[in-house]
């Protein structure tokens, strides 16, 4: 297909610039709103054209030079080529924008956006792939192997470990994981299958070989967060941790909730989980590993108190209807928070809750956990 040109009036959800052409929508990677752009079609279909950029004639005043000299080759990242300022911006409109139109929230607002302090060198882990040449990350065509000796948006102890790696080395995949030391640890070194890491003063074990937080700033202030939206609960109140992972966010929020119920299905992260219960002496803390779909409805009957606090933190692909349902109908469910990676996902799931007629939206606010990248992080209150 020959060029086209287009003029941009908008960022999608994702990073690309969206144009028209001929009446007919046009995504194209790296375009940024208000410019005049040339780019090549790389694929069409009869309702929109994704295209790669290939000259802007007008540069929008809100470009900037990228840091990485991988950007644009490498599928890590979709903004670097937007001033973080900016980057803030179209994220919260983007958020906005996909709550209203899959949600059916009409007038939806988020509260607000919090910045990054570092909105490069922030991953506290990344995992790395084996290629031709080495280690690195996957290209943008989810398949090519781009050797990454030194990242722009890992934390600096992580980079000089990429530095050393191995080219020849056995392993397809490794994740590395920083500590509030300074230490990386590493999925594929013997011994080290669990470490501790320190958040808000508690210590916390975790692991090279199951999902944690990766921007240790942000992680702290959902936390905090959390801490100011939940309040002063009853003596007999208890927390359902839902897809609790290591139990992150159930360490972290200082509420005296008499119990703490979380639930996995990952075996590591559950017995992370538990490590930390015995060596902190966590009175009232149970974690279980299970089906969370299967499982969580009869934790939830056992364990229901006076009141009950649900915090659901799923996976990328959200919840299942049936599941969401359930917990939204369920009398005994006082409080609801939903944190979700994938705006797309939440408002899908934000649709069903509020739908029944028992929940409404309460606040909202947006953390920046993954600068210069096109995902977002939101977290939601369900309000009875």
């Known amino acids: 297909m020959s060029q086209l040109r287009t003029q941009i009036y908008s960022l999608a959800y994702g990073g690309d610039g969206v144009g028209k052409v001929d009446g007919k929508v046009c995504f194209v990677k790296g375009a940024l709103p208000g410019e005049d752009v040339v780019f090549n079609p790389v694929k069409e279909t009869a309702s929109y054209i994704k295209g790669d950029l290939a000259r802007v004639d007008e540069p929008s005043p809100d470009r900037v030079e990228p840091k990485c ?23 919260k409109a983007q958020a906005e924008e996909l709550v209203r139109r899959l949600a059916g929230i009409k007038q939806f607002i988020c509260g607000e956006i919090v910045a990054s302090p570092a909105p490069y060198n922030y991953r506290g882990n990344v995992t790395m792939h084996k290629g031709d040449t080495g280690y690195g990350y996957y290209a943008r065509d989810g398949r090519t192997v781009i050797k990454i000796a030194n990242c722009a948006i890992a934390d600096e102890h992580i980079n000089d470990e990429l530095s050393l790696l191995d080219a020849g ?19 594929i070194r013997p011994g ?17 070989h199951v999902f944690s937080q990766c921007n240790r700033y942000i992680s702290g202030e959902i936390a ?40 996995d ?21 149970k974690f279980y590993r299970g089906i969370v779909e299967e499982k969580f409805p009869g934790l939830f009957e056992k364990n229901m108190a006076g009141e009950n606090v649900v915090l659901i933190d ?23 928070f939903y944190m979700s990676c994938d705006p797309a996902t939440l408002a ?13 939206l309460g606040r909202s606010v947006i953390f920046d956990m993954f600068p210069r990248t096109g995902h977002i992080e939101m977290l939601i209150e369900f309000v009875r």
């Open 192 to 208: 080290e299958r669990f470490f501790v890491d320190r958040y808000r003063d508690v210590n916390m074990t975790f692991s090279p």
């Open 69 to 91: 000299p991988h950007y644009g080759v490498c599928g890590g990242c979709q903004l670097q080529h937007v001033s973080y300022e900016k980057e803030l911006f179209y994220k």
């Open 348 to 360: 899908r799931d934000i649709k069903v809750v509020v739908s029944g007629g028992a929940w409404k």
């Open 265 to 285: 299905s990952e075996r590591v992260s559950i017995d992370c989980a538990k490590t930390t219960v015995r060596d902190l002496g966590f009175p009232g803390a």
């Open 314 to 336: 799923p996976p990328r692909k959200g919840v299942k209807k049936e599941f969401i349902e359930w917990i939204a109908a369920s009398s005994g469910v006082g409080r609801m």
């Open 224 to 263: 905090e967060t959390l801490d100011n939206w939940i309040g002063e609960v009853r003596d007999d109140a208890v927390l359902f941790d839902v897809y609790c992972g290591i139990g992150f966010f159930s360490f972290l929020i200082k509420q005296k909730f008499s119990a703490r119920i979380g639930i």
């Open 169 to 187: 080395g056995r392993n397809d995949r490794m994740t590395l994981k920083v500590d509030h030391n300074g230490h990386v640890w590493s999925s």
